[in-house]
């Protein structure tokens, strides 16, 4: 007998089990594609670890070359402020007084070098001009910059700190050894050992060099004295001239182009050519101003206020595309609802859509500065970097348009020269300039939180 239970249906036709395709058994495609997925995930991690290597790196070597910038080399004296040098007519008046050049100074510097080494009892085969070469050539001139300012002092004994050479300051960083200066005619072994024996005495110290963030930059014969003071000053006018002029502008141009400009080939050359501007090296900028403010204008060279004319130029695609970015990202429920009860286009836009798109506007404004504050080619164009400036600006106008300096053009022209003391300002003037963008990038991000938490 045939059992029916064992023969299939009518028009049933039995199907062959297939192998290998269970969801529990990984195929060797499968396993092919994970394992090109743990290849994948390693070769990411690997790349943000070299990043983070370089970054390390990158730090590490700004903060080991720049940190000595600020600490100098200072040394103490009680220096005699004689008065038949100094007033000879005894009669303090100002005007005779400052017909003292600094060359009268150096014999009064002179004597208190001696008189210190003597006072230790240091034996020494130099002479008191050699010994006052330990010093500063800036040293004459802030004695009589004292004594100007107060020429009661004359006759008295007052003690100064001034600045040691810029060798004596590498000597005691490292920078200088005794191997190192063979040939050199700035410093000889018999002043490094003076040096040792002051030093042991406390009378030459190294200590935290505020005038390195507060001074002006200074002659190639003062490294030692160079500072960043003023330069941030130039930097600081020219990010006013930026925000007054990019900001506006760029906000008015995108909000335009974005929500009123009709949809035609006028607007779209527009868009191109402020997505192309965005791309163009900031030197031609630089160019541009040369040519427009400088030669066509005749601004004055040098002058913060063109350094912040030729940055607005470049800063704006920049604004202009992160504000347009901005504006996209606001729903377009918002301009219909507030359309809807009666709203005019101008009152949707500006009560209502640029509000929401504030975040993203400041961010996007911050990043541009934070972008001009570090430009140095255009400034190259224009001679920022050809001017030493000796005093700060006494009034806007005076900042705005007297010859100066900025941050990156400072630094750059400090790299470019031969002593090394200028070598290590440069890194110490990087420090001050990232610490800058760092706090600009924050402020971003910061108000960016903040008006989001409002709305």
Known sequence: MTDLSQTPASGDVPMPRKHGNSLLELTDRTKRRNAAETRFKAYGIAAIAVGLLMLVVLVTTIFSKGLGAFQQTFITLQVELLE???DKNGNRDLDDIKKVTTFGYAP?????????VTELGVETPLKGKDMAGLLSKDAA??????VIANPDEIGKTVEFRFLAQSRVDGYLKGRVSRDSIENDKNISVEQLDLVDALVAADVIEKTFNLDFILGADASDARPEAAGMGVSMLGSLFMMFVVLALALPIGVAASIYLEEFAP?????DIIEVNISNLAAVPSIVFGILGLAVFINYMHLPTSAPLVGGLVLTLMTLPTIIISTRASLKAVPPSIRDAALGVGASKMQAVFHHVLPLAAPGILTGTIIG????????????LIGMV???????????????????????AQIYEWAKRADPAFYERAWGG????????ITMNTLAVILRRRFERRW
């Open 263 to 267: 949809q035609n080939w006028l607007t």
């Open 369 to 380: 500065l934070a972008q001009a504050l570090g430009e140095t080619a255009p400034l190259l």
């Open 84 to 86: 038949e040098k100094l």
């Open 386 to 408: 050809g001017f030493i400036a000796s005093n700060a600006p006494d009034s806007i106008a005076s900042g705005l348009l007297s010859p100066n300096s900025a941050m990156p």
């Open 108 to 116: 009064i510097i002179r004597n208190a070098v001696e008189a210190k």
């Open 141 to 146: 001139a802030t004695l009589r910059e004292f």
């Open 430 to 437: 990087i420090i001050i300039l990232l610490v800058f963008l």
